[in-house]
């Protein structure tokens, strides 16, 4: 078995690189060998932080120079996502803020979309104008017809603006184009969501499952630190996935699964688990609701009919059921991150969700624990004006069990073509890049023309921005304070964001931009702190504790106010669904239409000369908003397309060779990619990293550099339940005439 240290090697790839990077302070050794001592570490000054360059948030410390310059970012020791240990993208955070490309001004278009002609404008100018054309469509379609899409830390307070408003058209892209079918899924059957930082118990499981996870290439930080732990204790790893990936190289097992067949393989492990006894009798018969149906339902799923369409052998499938029954209930079938596959993802994160029933985990050590977390107050503002008219009106009945706005369904009721019930004609984009995390790019700049204003509040100049009518140029998290990081985990915990620094160039933090907003809508009542401290403040004395605390520790952890982490044997546990048990047969789903017990259905195979296009995540980078960074730039700065060695012989392509990839609707990369032949790919498939291929021209870094697989999405199979965005139906071919070389070669 892997030891622990080789295994988080992967968080430390390039670290020091960055390290050395990032500042001109500390000690630095040069390739001579020689010290070089610019200061002494009792000369650093630091204000703490929580990272925003992924979902995860670890908290931190910010390093400064006596001369003021930010040298370094380093973990928190006190923080439960970190444990003191930042990730590449976390220590190369700092290249946000030293970024020539940033946003540096308020920016109004002057000829039409998709022209990047603008002219620099004040603050105020930007404001008036964003405030007056919001009020002048609020006015004559109604307010239900702006819409807020959102990422990051920073959504609370557009989230307030917008409901101050009197909209609830606020749409996160990372629900129906990330984790929405896995949290509904969940809450179907538990009545509870799995949260972020997802509340798996890896450091005490004997058994891990990843279905397409992809823990240590997505990073995770703490997951991926729990599981060197587990990894350390002999724990038991099991990979599904058609590509060997770094956890299939630290697993027991690796099942190289046929692509959009994992539904048949979980119901093939349902069967096994049932059919001979190997499931947690006492938890199903204590907990579960539905079992005798689900017995019914799986009957003839077994191995030998799985086999026949996962690729994976009777013997493998029924090996790996026995390994996870023999750990329950400190077993875990994780529930994955990005899970908008082909079309059917929320019923099969249900399977998932039912499996670990089965194998009686949730709740249970080495399993799932039941989060704790503090409830920050809320200062007494207005009631919200009553919402009218809903997203979920302008197209009636559907996605009808999505819990939050669908993202797609309000850029689609933005093309009048598709008549909606009511237009959308007003877009505020924050901190999301909708060009690169919403599938269909053509369906959104369709969207796009069709609207009377498009506002882009960023950091860099993304693609949206490129078609936005006003930019706002919000400051980097290095530079603000944001809301109080309250998430769920074993102990209460709140963690602090402070500015180490003044914002550069005519920069500001996301509050204020949304404050400032408010009062020229006439909504500022509904922001009654100036300064965003002051709110903190006033927060943190609520639960006992102060800015000035804050500062100086940056993470207070609180104890438990039960010792109800776990489950105890015998105890009497009320679900919060509709029957008050884990539900494996849903009742409502059945009551909305949709299968009570997950269903396997066959998807599209690639055409002749075809193969499946599968994306994934590099450790060092977030998606795509981190390849312009300058540090994490140098640890990978393109993709490239992996490609099984019969094939590339059978095209006559060679390892390093750059060429296009044709999608089936005759869609051809912009830009060229790099091939790697590898065994680690089937030979139906190829996989490259998202997020490169970025085509504005004033991201100096990442323009041109590898294939965007966003543009290459154009086949979206939709979730009829809850929107999410399948995005695992496409395939592409490889032109190879047009493309020998690299733009950045």
Known sequence: MTSRRDFIKISLIGAGVVAAGAGTYGLIRNFSGKEIKPGKIDDLFRTPTYCEICFWKCAGWVYKSPDGSIWKVTGNDEDQHCNGRLCPRGTGGIGAYYDSDRLRTPLIRTEERGRQVFREATWDEALDYTASKMKEIASRYGPHTLALFSHGSGSSYFTTLFRALGTDNIAEPSYAQCRGPRDDAFLATFGEEVYSPEITDIRDTKCLVLIGSHLGENMHNGQIQEMSDAIDKGAVIITVDPRFSTAAGKSKYWLPIKPATDMALLLAWMHELIYNDLYDKKYVEKYCTGFDQLKAHVKSYTPEWAYGITTIAPDLIRNTAKEMANASPSVIVHPGRHVTWYGDDFQRSRAIAILNALLGSWGRRGGFYMPARVELASFKIPPFPETKVSWQDAFPGKYPLAS??????????????????????????????????????????????????????????????????????????????????????????????????????????????????????????????????????????????????????????????????????????????????????????????????????????????????????????????????????????????????????????????????????????????????????????????????????????????????TQLITNVKTDPIMGGTGMRSNFVTFVTGEAEEGLGA
């Not at 140098?634 to 044709?662: H, R």
């Not at 051809?668 to 490169?692: A, M, N």
């Open 404 to 709: 939050t706005a669908v993202s797609n369904l309000l850029i689609d009721a933005s093309i009048p073509e598709n008549n909606p019930a009511f237009p959308v004609k007003g877009w505020l984009v924050n901190a999301t890049n909708l060009l690169a995390s919403v599938p269909d790019v053509r369906n959104t700049l369709k969207a796009i023309q069709n609207l009377d204003l498009l506002v882009a509040v960023d950091t860099m100049p993304m693609e949206i921005t490129g078609w936005a009518d006003v930019v706002l140029p919000e400051c980097t998290y290095l530079e603000r304070y944001d809301s109080l990081r309250a998430s769920p985990h074993r102990r209460p915990a709140i963690a602090l964001r402070m500015p180490a620094t003044e914002p550069l160039y005519d920069t500001k933090p996301g509050y204020w931009i949304a404050r400032q907003l408010a009062i020229k809508l006439g909504l500022g009542d509904y922001f009654p702190f100036e300064k965003q401290e002051d709110l903190l403040d006033w927060q943190l004395k609520q639960v006992g504790s102060s800015l000035d605390e804050m500062k100086r520790i940056g993470v207070k952890n609180f104890e438990r106010e039960a010792d109800d982490i776990y489950f105890k044997d015998g105890d009497d546990i009320s679900f919060p669904t509709d029957s008050g048990k884990i539900e494996l047969y849903s009742k409502y789903l059945e009551d909305a239409g949709f299968e009570p017990l997950p269903v396997y259905t066959a998807h599209e195979e690639p055409p002749e000369g075809f193969y499946r296009l599968i994306y994934g995540r590099a450790p060092m980078h977030t998606f795509s908003r981190t390849i312009n960074n300058p540090y994490l730039t140098d640890l990978m700065e393109e993709n490239s397309v992996w490609i099984n060695p019969k094939v590339a012989k059978e095209w006559g392509i060679t390892n390093d060779q750059y060429i296009k990839l044709k999608n089936q609707d005759g869609v051809v990369s912009d830009f060229p990619v790099k091939v790697r032949v590898t065994e680690r790919i089937r030979w139906d498939s190829v996989y490259i990293v998202h997020g490169f291929g970025h085509a504005n021209r004033k991201l100096t870094r990442a323009y041109g550099r590898g294939a965007s697989d």
